[in-house]
């Protein structure tokens, strides 16, 4: 059965970091694109970052470019997501995701394969 478990949500003042992970079981991850997304209540989820397979290509939103990092653990079935910088804009439950054979054309849509179920970020001004 595979499963995506995300961690280190929680509470922070803007201005701050956290680093959430993600990690993967239940399948060799290894292969696959690895991505976060964010959804507030009320409105629809919303890409964040991706990373390749190797690692070796990244993607971002434009209102977290240069805020956030996305990598991946040695053994490629974590993933992580480091944010510094953090505004109010960016308090929403964030998601992990992986797909085998997402391309690049559509994977910032919330069309991917595998879902976490999701840790909340909050942002306090």
């Known amino acids: 059965q595979v499963q995506l478990v995300e961690s280190g949500g929680g509470l922070v003042q803007a201005g701050g970091s956290l680093k959430l992970s993600c990690a993967a079981s239940g399948r060799t991850f290894a292969r696959y694109v690895m991505g976060w997304f964010r959804q507030v209540l009320g409105k629809e989820r919303e890409f964040v970052a991706a990373i390749s397979w190797s690692g070796g290509s990244t993607y971002y939103a434009d209102s977290v470019k240069g805020r956030f990092t996305i990598s991946r653990g040695n053994a490629r079935n974590t993933v992580y997501l480091e944010m510094n910088g953090l505004k109010p804009e960016d308090t929403a439950v964030y998601y992990c995701?992986?797909?085998?054979?997402?391309?690049?054309?559509?994977?910032?849509?919330?069309?991917?394969?595998?879902w976490g179920q999701g840790t909340q970020v909050t942002v306090y001004s």
């Open positions: 995701a992986a797909d085998e054979t997402i391309t690049t054309t559509i994977m910032r849509s919330p069309n991917w394969d595998y």
